[in-house]
């Protein structure tokens, strides 16, 4: 079973609820974990630079804010587009 799960290999994200008996599910099969060390996202944002979610992209937020309700526009795709080279195409 070990070769069906390959270290190298990206998993599928898991659901919120299954993630942590995923990893004794991984412990059983004698996978080990790629790092020893478990953090929560709060604390790998902290470690790795990236903002709380609430205040990340303010100045985007903020731009379609007044875009939507006081000009009564749709939003724009900035965000989608700029994130593209991140998570790929979205067509």
Known sequence: MRHLLRADVMLPPMPWFLA?????VLAFLGI????????????AQRR????NPSQAHLE???????RVLA?????????????QPILGNIA
């Open 48 to 51: 790795f630079g990236y903002a």
């Open 20 to 24: 942590p008996f995923f990893q004794v």
């Open 32 to 43: 080990p974990p790629r790092h020893p060390v478990t953090t929560t996202p709060r604390e």
């Open 60 to 66: 985007l937020r903020a731009k379609q804010r007044e």
């Open 71 to 83: 000009r009564g526009l749709a939003p724009d795709d900035q965000g989608i587009v700029e994130s």
